[in-house]
């Protein structure tokens, strides 16, 4: 069962806390895996929720397959985010703060694929994002450009 559709059968709209999993996928170039989201049009790193039983890492994995078709590798823990920052209300009125976990990976496979969840994905430099950056994911942008000489 979908564990957010489970979860507001219970609270409503109320408040919860969702936990989250992307990843940053650089390719050799060190160049961003980046996807234009169809709910919202803005582009973005790709991940999700986690559903029961999930570890932080399957839900990366799981998301990151399901939204561009790549597999991941070897990945490294890059941040998480959480806090007063993280608090959102969406247009169907559901109330969240979310806690994301988002890894570092440069080793996948596998071939780039559109599905329902992404318009259009891409590899960009980091040098030269896309306009039109997923807002909530603003401070994650800010943390990864300003490590660029770490990466």
């Known amino acids: 069962m979908d564990y957010i559709n489970y979860i507001r059968k219970m609270v409503g709209n109320n408040y919860v806390i969702l936990v989250a999993a992307g990843a ?8 961003l895996l980046l996807h234009k989201r169809s709910d ?19 839900t990366a994995r799981r998301e990151i397959y399901e939204e561009t078709g790549i597999i991941l590798g070897d990945m490294e823990l890059f941040n998480v985010y959480s806090g007063n920052g993280r608090q959102q209300i969406l247009d169907n009125g559901h109330k969240f703060y979310d806690v994301i976990i988002l890894f570092k990976c440069k080793d996948f496979k596998g071939d780039i694929t559109l599905n329902h969840e992404s318009l259009e994905i891409e590899f960009f430099s980091l040098d030269s994002l896309p306009d039109r950056l997923f807002p909530s994911q603003k401070d994650i942008f800010e943390d990864l450009l300003s490590q660029i000489h770490k990466i």
């Open 40 to 58: 919202n049009g803005y582009w973005g790193l790709p991940g999700g929720f986690m559903e029961l039983g999930e570890s932080a890492e399957e």
């Open 24 to 31: 940053i996928v650089l390719d050799d170039n060190n160049h």
